[in-house]
């Protein structure tokens, strides 16, 4: 068999710049995937992908593998990447560099901003020993968050359709736009892919299988103050920063991003405003367990009518809005998504690490949409940073992982 290597395209895909935007409100939310998602539509004709769409309204790329002859029949499976970069760090001139046969210490990213990526501080890299790995020049990101998982599906894409004795069934290919301000599913059209399962490509480590992630919801509490002069001001200021506190102090304390793990829930503070007329706090609630979840967001609004019982009714707006859902549910009654990937892993002899998310992912919205969709890992980490990087000798493993699903699929 004859592979086509992600990493040169990987190397290629970084260079572009595809970083989303939360504030623009536009589908996408930055013109500038489309440079990318303009490069993928004309890789993926010039290798041959079949029935190649390419919504230029929402910037979602589309393709096809057809089975090969006697595989019609196979259940049609998707992979799936994003092509956007997160909106925290500057995606923009990304000098990737390989350091080869890493040696376990410091490496200086930029010694004149004295960026240094050291395992002291990132103990992954102490596994890291002996592989190549691509690092940024300390001023970026890279984007392996999911320009890796773009780079490996494209390149399983190339070597299914450069071996056409590699037996398989349909195989569906999509990029999608905007995953990183959560609007990545927004437009994804489900029954234009064609697929009755898929997979994400956009998880971390070599071996990472996540399926289980939080139940999501947003909570706002606005508060209305009274502001009067300070020396004037018994029984009549009430202040809204005060109030924003006392809020905060009868949610529980340990239920803090600071103090869980694992499948602990919890209310994050995200952000505070105010003064004594007015104050706003914003917080994210997440929970594995949705009876636990739903408890969260009782108590957050019992604590809001609790200090209207106390101020007056009106001094405090709660507004709660569900961000996303654990996907699991739909991913029990169809646990070949998992058994597979289990499966092809062991055979290659990687250790499958099977974890909750603590966070959400693009398919999990997907798999609320009729697509269930677990997430694979690309050989990424340190993501939204500086500091990313990313093996090379991972990457590959993940093409094999995509590879070794695709034959399990062909049966
Ligand atoms: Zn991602």
Do not use: W
């Given at each position: 068999?004859?592979?086509?290597?992600?990493?040169?395209?990987?190397?290629?895909?970084?260079?572009?710049?595809?970083?989303?935007?939360?504030?623009?409100?536009?589908?996408?939310?930055?013109?500038?995937?489309?440079?990318?998602?303009?490069?993928?539509?004309?890789?993926?004709?010039?290798?041959?992908?079949?029935?190649?769409?390419?919504?230029?309204?929402?910037?979602?790329?589309?393709?096809?593998?057809?089975?090969?002859?006697?595989?019609?029949?196979?259940?049609?499976?998707?992979?799936?990447?994003?092509?956007?970069?997160?909106?925290?760090?500057?995606?923009?001139?990304?000098?990737?560099?390989?350091?080869?046969?890493?040696?376990?210490?410091?490496?200086?990213?930029?010694?004149?901003?004295?960026?240094?990526?050291?395992?002291?501080?990132?103990?992954?890299?102490?596994?890291?020993?002996?592989?190549?790995?691509?690092?940024?020049?300390?001023?970026?990101?890279?984007?392996?968050?999911?320009?890796?998982?773009?780079?490996?599906?494209?390149?399983?894409?190339?070597?299914?359709?450069?071996?056409?004795?590699?037996?398989?069934?349909?195989?569906?290919?999509?990029?999608?736009?905007?995953?990183?301000?959560?609007?990545?599913?927004?437009?994804?059209?489900?029954?234009?892919?064609?697929?009755?399962?898929?997979?994400?490509?956009?998880?971390?480590?070599?071996?990472?299988?996540?399926?289980?992630?939080?139940?999501?919801?947003?909570?706002?509490?606005?508060?209305?103050?009274?502001?009067?002069?300070?020396?004037?001001?018994?029984?009549?200021?009430?202040?809204?920063?005060?109030?924003?506190?006392?809020?905060?102090?009868?949610?529980?304390?340990?239920?803090?991003?600071?103090?869980?793990?694992?499948?602990?829930?919890?209310?994050?503070?995200?952000?505070?405003?105010?003064?004594?007329?007015?104050?706003?706090?914003?917080?994210?609630?997440?929970?594995?367990?949705?009876?636990?979840?739903?408890?969260?967001?009782?108590?957050?609004?019992?604590?809001?009518?609790?200090?209207?019982?106390?101020?007056?009714?009106?001094?405090?707006?709660?507004?709660?809005?569900?961000?996303?859902?654990?996907?699991?549910?739909?991913?029990?009654?169809?646990?070949?998504?998992?058994?597979?990937?289990?499966?092809?892993?062991?055979?290659?002899?990687?250790?499958c690490i099977d974890q909750p998310i603590r966070g959400g992912t693009d398919g999990a919205m997907l798999s609320y949409k009729g697509?269930?969709?677990?997430?694979?890992?690309?050989?990424?980490?340190?993501?939204?940073?500086?500091?990313?990087?990313?093996?090379?000798?991972?990457?590959?493993?993940?093409?094999?992982?995509?590879?070794?699903?695709?034959?399990?699929?062909?049966?």
């Amino acid at each position: 068999m004859k592979k086509a290597d992600c990493i040169d395209k990987f190397l290629r895909y970084v260079k572009i710049d595809t970083q989303s935007d939360d504030s623009t409100g536009t589908s996408p939310s930055t013109m500038k995937q489309h440079d990318l998602a303009r490069l993928l539509e004309k890789e993926m004709l010039d290798m041959g992908v079949s029935n190649v769409v390419y919504d230029k309204d929402h910037c979602y790329v589309y393709g096809e593998i057809p089975a090969t002859k006697g595989c019609e029949d196979a259940t049609a499976i998707g992979f799936i990447a994003h092509m956007d970069t997160s909106d925290e760090v500057s995606g923009k001139d990304v000098k990737p560099r390989i350091v080869e046969n890493y040696d376990g210490g410091d490496i200086v990213l930029n010694s004149e901003q004295n960026v240094v990526l050291s395992p002291n501080d990132f103990p992954s890299l102490k596994e890291k020993v002996g592989d190549d790995l691509i690092v940024t020049d300390g001023t970026t990101l890279l984007g392996a968050d999911d320009k890796a998982g773009v780079a490996e599906i494209m390149a399983m894409a190339e070597t299914l359709l450069t071996n056409p004795d590699i037996a398989h069934g349909p195989i569906k290919i999509a990029f999608t736009p905007d995953e990183e301000i959560g609007g990545g599913t927004d437009y994804f059209d489900i029954p234009l892919f064609g697929a009755k399962f898929a997979y994400t490509v956009d998880g971390g480590k070599l071996g990472e299988l996540e399926y289980e992630n939080f139940n999501a919801a947003e909570g706002v509490v606005r508060v209305h103050g009274r502001s009067v002069h300070p020396g004037d001001a018994k029984n009549k200021m009430v202040n809204a920063s005060l109030i924003c506190y006392e809020f905060h102090s009868l949610l529980p304390v340990f239920q803090n991003p600071m103090y869980t793990e694992k499948r602990e829930g919890f209310f994050h503070l995200t952000e505070i405003n105010g003064s004594t007329e007015e104050a706003t706090c914003s917080y994210i609630i997440r929970d594995h367990d949705e009876a636990l979840f739903n408890q969260k967001k009782e108590l957050f609004k019992a604590a809001g009518e609790f200090l209207n019982k106390k101020y007056g009714e009106g001094t405090v707006e709660v507004t709660l809005r569900d961000q996303y859902r654990n996907m699991i549910e739909l991913i029990r009654p169809h646990s070949h998504l998992i058994d597979n990937v289990k499966k092809v892993m062991a055979d290659l002899g990687i250790e499958c690490i099977d974890q909750p998310i603590r966070g959400g992912t693009d398919g999990a919205m997907l798999s609320y949409k009729g697509l269930p969709c677990p997430n694979l890992c690309t050989g990424g980490y340190n993501y939204h940073g500086k500091y990313e990087y990313a093996s090379v000798q991972e990457m590959r493993s993940v093409v094999d992982i995509l590879l070794g699903l695709v034959e399990a699929y062909s049966k």
